[in-house]
């Protein structure tokens, strides 16, 4: 199986792409929602004061590494996971692990893959690619969210590989080393389900899950008294950058998460996970109505307090929708 | 959002950037499936935000550079897109040290090695960093 050609298919998300790339590759077929909800990888997080590159950090999806590992967990997938400390270690394991033909899942920063467009190229660094082997000096890469397959020189790698910052990626590579019959989907499904809705209601503190985005309401309110007009859109522009910057599939991943409930609906012929996706796509709609007014406040670079205001009420009419999906979620029986 | 919802704005940001983007969307028959988008106008709008803030504050340091009031090593930080706390773990330096270097007294004392260093960081030749004027 591993010595077969890999097959590039472009996804909405570079982990959970990479993971059912990769997972496509060892015969098994599993889609990109399928692996971002088996993963658990919808979250919601925002704490203000971690600053990465200078505005207060915001995510809506789960820390890098996590899908993979749980999906591989959750369908019984033997993995190999290692970080390095030396470069030209890391770089000789890769080696190593293609030699076999194995595909090999990377983490690294945007900022040093000269195939992406430079739009893109921040020094963001929990960005996921797979090399799938080697021609001359060149790495053949297969990013999932560019169309085709690409190249990439040894040196930039190593760079995008050991780039600095918050969080290191420290050469973390990945691979699968081998797979199992007895695979449950609709235990892993569930385990997925139950793991989001943990995550989105649980934590205790204000920065992660559901109630992170009621503080991200109101910190977007104080936004024009606390700042001048450029920082206060500048924050406001990044929240729109992570909902919709690449690889977010749109709308901070919701409808990425919906496509996986219409897909567990139908696999376990559950007519309540299909209620649940088409509620999340609205919600997502919501989320995309949201960036939409966002961007007006951007493009105005104003410190009108009423648009921020009602900014900050758009974003609680997400998260109290999400609030009442995700308590459903949870009562739900399996 | 609709399979024909998908927006197709061009971002026209940076030259050469065609990528389109899979994203999900709803088809006629109520089933999620994959559309590629050229962009959106929002996400455009808060990205081209982003750069012209960058190619805003280089402007400046790059002024305050050439009136004599900063050495070269903040310009090539923020043409690398880089804030101090990132170029001193890229130079394994505590960040006082690194803003030492932002004096051009101080950086006219620099020893070729660290020069070299932050030559290798900035992408360019020891000679480019020293010249920049």
């Known amino acids: ?334 | 959002m609709n399979v024909n919802e998908v927006p197709q704005d061009p971002r026209n940001i940076k030259q050469g950037d065609t990528l389109k983007k899979k994203m999900y969307a709803v088809g006629d028959d109520g089933k999620y499936t994959g559309v590629k988008s050229a962009g959106w106008e929002a996400e455009n709008a808060a990205l081209r935000q982003a750069w012209d803030d960058i190619d805003e504050s280089l402007a400046e340091t790059e002024a305050k550079m050439r009136a004599g009031q900063l050495s070269p090593i903040p310009y090539y930080m923020q043409k690398n897109l880089m804030d101090l706390a990132l170029l001193a773990r890229y130079m394994g330096k505590w960040q006082w040290q690194v803003k030492r270097h932002f004096s051009p007294e101080v950086f006219k004392k620099l020893s070729a090695s660290v020069l070299e260093k932050y030559a290798q960081v900035f992408n360019i030749t020891k000679e480019e960093l020293t010249n920049k004027r």
């Open chain 1, 1 to 334: 199986m591993s010595e077969e050609k890999f097959i590039h298919c472009q996804h909405a998300h570079c982990e959970s792409g990479v993971t059912a790339n990769l997972l496509r590759h060892e015969g098994i077929d599993i889609s990109e929602p399928m692996a971002f909800g088996i993963g658990a990888g919808l979250f919601f997080g925002h704490i203000p004061f971690l600053k990465i590159n200078g505005t207060p950090g915001t995510t809506y999806r789960i820390w890098p590494g996590a899908i993979f590992k749980r999906v591989a967990q959750r369908l019984q997938i033997k993995i190999q996971a290692e970080k390095f400390r030396a470069p030209e270690n890391a770089m000789h394991a890769l080696d190593d692990v293609l030699a076999t033909g194995k595909p090999v899942g990377m983490l690294g920063s945007v900022f040093y893959l000269p195939y992406l467009p430079e739009a893109f190229r921040f020094h963001f660094n929990a960005h996921n690619l797979v090399a799938y082997g080697k021609e001359n000096a060149e790495y053949l890469i297969s990013d999932p969210i560019m169309e085709e397959v690409t190249r990439i020189m040894p040196e930039d790698l190593v760079k995008s590989r050991f780039a600095k910052g918050a969080p290191e990626p420290k050469g973390y590579m990945y691979y699968v080393k081998s797979t199992s019959k007895d695979m449950d989907m609709a235990k892993a499904i569930s385990q997925g389900i139950k793991q989001t809705c943990f995550f989105m209601l649980s934590p205790p503190l204000p920065w992660f899950g559901n109630k992170a985005i009621f503080l991200l309401a109101d910190q977007i309110k104080s936004y024009p008294k606390k700042f001048p007009a450029r920082k206060a859109a500048l924050y406001v522009g990044n929240v729109i950058r992570m909902q919709e910057e690449i690889g977010t599939g749109g709308a901070g991943f919701r409808y990425l998460y919906a496509a996986f409930l219409q897909e567990a609906g139908q696999l376990l012929k559950r007519d309540d996970l299909a209620e649940f996706s088409t509620e999340l796509t609205k919600i997502g709609d919501n989320w995309r109505n949201f960036a939409y007014y966002a961007s007006r406040i951007v493009k105005a670079r104003t410190t009108d307090l009423v648009s921020y205001e009602e900014l900050s009420e758009l974003l609680k009419i997400c998260g109290q929708q999400e609030r009442e999906l995700f308590v459903k979620m949870k009562k739900m029986k399996w």
